[in-house]
T-cell receptor
């Protein structure tokens, strides 16, 4: 069955360092991959869209990669700040009609 | 631009009772989604509408859950009767078009349901 895995354990890093989050998938051939941020008590907020043929997308301090050979996406936050502390979700679609979300990774940036 | 509106924000009911959630998507958004998010998990799609038609409801427990999107605008999700395992946050989202081009989803704040 289709499976999307993100690190279930929280990731703690020091302010100013680069945070790297992982999203792995199996039994799936996605055409699009999205990253969302979710704060406690709020709905997810869209951050990045990476198309299958793009391999990488950047937006300010954010960078997402999409490796269809490894079946993996990496999400990087450079020069991390305490305000970046949140849960980050990846979502994949094969380009048909619906997205499937991963379980999310909680990031905590320590001042 | 106004975001996705949901109400109520919180609801506490006893098992076997019924409950309804309301969602008003962003104006002009043709696609509307209802997700269930259990604590510590990612959102799980319950039902997806394209205008007022159902595109996917494969994970909707149809014996107790129902949803409608009259006139292709706002939507209601109902649970009747509720079970303890329905305790979760119910998220509504909308997008300009279906995920065929990777369209961004805009989420509402969610309704936190507690079933006692």
């Amino acid at each position: 069955s289709q499976k999307i895995e993100q690190n279930s354990e929280a990731l703690n890093i020091q302010e100013g360092k680069t945070a790297t989050l992982t999203c792995n998938y199996t039994n799936y051939s996605p055409a699009y991959l999205q990253w969302y941020r979710q704060d406690p008590g709020r709905g997810p907020v869209f951050l990045l869209l990476i198309r299958e043929n793009e391999k990488e997308k950047r937006k300010e301090r954010l960078k997402g990669t999409f490796d269809t050979t490894l079946k993996q996406s990496l999400f990087h936050i450079t020069a991390s700040q305490p305000a970046d502390s949140a849960t980050y979700l990846c979502a994949l679609t094969s380009g048909t009609y619906k997205y499937i979300f991963g379980t999310g990774t909680r990031l905590k940036v320590l001042a | 631009e106004a975001g996705v509106a949901q109400s109520p924000r919180y609801k506490i009911i006893e098992k076997r009772q019924s409950v309804a959630f309301w969602c008003n998507p962003i104006s002009g958004h043709a696609t509307l989604y209802w997700y269930q998010q259990i604590l510590g998990q990612g959102p799980k799609l319950l039902i997806q509408f394209q205008n007022n038609g159902v595109v996917d409801d494969s994970q909707l427990p149809k014996d107790r859950f129902s949803a409608e999107r009259l006139k292709g605008v706002d939507s209601t999700l109902k649970i009747q009767p509720a079970k303890l395992e329905d305790s979760a946050v119910y998220l509504c989202a909308s997008s300009l078009a279906p995920p065929t081009q990777g369209n961004e989803q805009f989420f509402g704040p969610g309704t936190r349901l507690t079933v006692l």
